[in-house]
């Protein structure tokens, strides 16, 4: 992402959905720069439930195992704030202009540091007290089992996973590892997805395809 960020606040919306949008600019930069066009990001401002900082506080735990950091440093800090600053710099680009605090900070802010923290824990193999699929709500759950599925974990247990060997494009599946596979074929979909909260499943295509070695 490109261009300067400002902070604006929206001061009236029509019942047909158009927004009145008032922000203060640098008159300079607007004449030097001809600003014309403008990207809005729309910030949720619902207050974060204690259950979200207790889960983000969680998996800062178990990063802050796997790098060493010793258990009695004051709320894992340096694994915090370093979790934090990669964050922003990887993800958020310039939304994010400060360091956060995970006591106010606007909900998306939250749920896509959550986010963030479970991939990084699916891309480097850290082990979690408990099953990651119990930090994810309905709103992410999608997101959590395609990123399973790029690192071949089992989106139940966090072991390695597999695809079954006659998958096609168009299949919707689950990365599973062999136990629950198997559990899963003992108790039939329908039954399997009630009891650990899944949805559809994900849509496979070329792409996951190849990364199992399935023919295509």
């Not at 949008?21 to 008159?27: D, G, P």
């Not at 983000?56 to 934090?84: F, P």
């Not at 998306?108 to 193999?125: Q, R, W």
Request: proline fraction near 3%.
């Amino acid at each position: 992402m490109t261009g300067d960020t400002i902070v604006g606040e929206i001061i009236n919306v029509s019942p047909s959905g158009e927004a009145t949008i008032k922000a203060t600019i640098s008159l300079d930069d607007y004449t030097r720069k001809g600003y014309r066009k403008v990207l809005i990001y729309l910030q949720d401002d619902r207050q974060i439930s204690d259950k979200q900082r207790r889960f983000c506080y969680a998996l800062i735990a178990d990063i802050a195992d796997w790098m060493g950091e010793h258990a009695k440093s004051a709320d894992r800090e340096l694994t915090k704030t370093y979790m934090k600053l990669k964050f922003i710099t990887e993800d958020m680009e310039p939304l994010a202009q400060h360091l956060f605090s995970m006591a106010n900070a606007p909900m998306d802010v939250i749920n896509g540091f959550l986010k963030f923290l479970i991939d990084f824990i699916l891309e480097n193999d850290i082990p979690t007290k408990k099953s990651l699929l119990e930090y994810v709500d309905e709103n992410s759950i999608k997101d959590y089992i395609y990123s399973c599925l790029i690192n071949k974990k089992c989106c139940i247990c966090g072991k390695p996973c597999d695809l079954p060997g006659n998958v096609q494009i168009g299949a919707k599946v689950f990365p599973l590892c062999r136990e629950h596979q198997a559990e899963n074929n003992k108790i039939g979909d329908i039954e399997f997805k009630t009891l650990y909260h899944l949805d559809e499943g994900i849509v496979a295509d070329k792409t996951i395809l190849r990364l199992f070695k399935r023919k295509t």
